[in-house]
């Protein structure tokens, strides 16, 4: 199957071709066919499965199909800075000529947003709270709004964002079509979804809580003092590659960066007290490679949207154990495989038992011969009495 058979236009195949999309993924197969229809859908779908493009290209091709000078007609909402502006750009990259979409998003200037915002774009991303600020402004014109997509609800409401949301679906006009995005579907997550569409239809592209079959996942258990040298030693003496680390804290993420800093690690790191041009210099400057470790908070972890991260190391486990599987669904992304390692001491041995029962699978406990905790039960295995097998022993110089 191609592009051509879900009912795309020739100018958004055309585009897909450019862009080296010769097959569209699972989740772009079931819901582009729904979203011409004029359908709503609630798609359980992780990022790195081609969910943008699963929204925005049938969305786009309604716009073209009716008059693209009707001022807004699509409204994306997403949880973070990063995720809306890397959906920004890749509404740029489908959209063609007389198409207009701009992101409102916070942490970047309000003058250059208003200005966008008075030539009415045909397509708004945006971040719950600044899309308020300026809607209390006056700024933003909904009344030709035809599709609204909630992009990763989930995360959304771990943040806090159901009160902004609330008040923008109330705000935009009732008769709509609306796609509802989220990696991980709980019960509170369907509640809200039934609440807000019509006659929905369900796409599950991504099983409920399981991670990418791709991704390889191990576990280190270790004392409490010994969690930073143990991380060291697994950049310094094996060949990580592209090494997205996890934090619970921003203070934490500091620590860390300051940490790989001084050991000459090229690294830099991202979270919510970050500036957005630091954000942006930080996710681009690993982006490009040139940044090896990019160590981030969950608040940011959203955007990071790259295809060839190798490695997830979880430095804390997450509060929340959905938070472990977006977690590691940053590495085994477009078909290439990964490796998810967490390091947790025995105080996090329950936490790591919820993600294990959310996920279904029992994750490999590997313990390390100078840095492992004895508080586990599991056995040492062949890769446990020798752990860094699969990547050499060549040390960093």
Known sequence: MNFKDLGLLPVLTEKCRQLGFSEPTPIQKQAIPIVLQGGDIIACAETGTGKTAAFLLPSIQKLIETDTTRGTRILVLSPTRELA???????????????????????????RQ????????????????????????????????????????????DMGFLPSI??????????????????????????????????????????????????????YPVQANSKMVLLLDLLEKEDL????????TKRQADRLAHVLEKRQHSSNRIHGDRSQS?????????????????????????????????????????VVPEDYVHRIGRTGRAGNKGRAITIFTAAEEHAMRAIERLTGE????????????????????????????????????
């Open 85 to 111: 502006t890397q959906t920004e750009e890749a509404c740029r990259q489908f959209a063609p000529k007389g198409v207009t979409c701009t992101a409102i998003i916070g942490g970047s200037g309000y003058k």
């Open 362 to 397: 029992k994750v490999e406990r590997v313990i390390h011969p100078e840095h492992g905790g004895n508080f586990t039960e599991a056995p040492k295995t062949e890769t446990a009495r020798r752990p860094f097998r699969q990547f050499g022993s060549r040390r960093r110089r």
């Open 241 to 248: 590659r592209r090494v997205l680390v996890f934090t619970r």
């Open 114 to 157: 208003m200005d966008a915002l008075k030539r009415s774009p045909n397509i708004i991303i945006a971040t719950p709270g600044r899309l308020i600020d300026l809607m209390d402004q006056g700024l933003v014109d909904f009344r030709m709004l035809t599709t609204l997509v909630l992009d990763e609800a989930d995360r959304m409401l």
């Open 278 to 318: 630091q954000r942006d210099a930080a996710l681009n400057g690993f982006r490009s490679g040139q940044t090896n470790v990019l160590v981030a908070t969950d608040v940011a972890a959203r955007g990071i949207d790259i295809d060839s991260v190798a490695h997830v190391i979880n430095y804390d486990i997450p």
């Open 166 to 219: 609330r008040r923008i679906v109330n705000a935009i006009p009732k008769k709509r079509q609306t796609l509802f995005f989220s990696a991980t579907m709980s019960p509170e997550i369907e509640a809200l979804a039934y609440k807000m569409l019509t006659d929905p239809k369900l796409i599950e592209a991504s099983p409920r809580g399981r991670a990418s079959q791709l991704i390889e996942q191990t576990a």
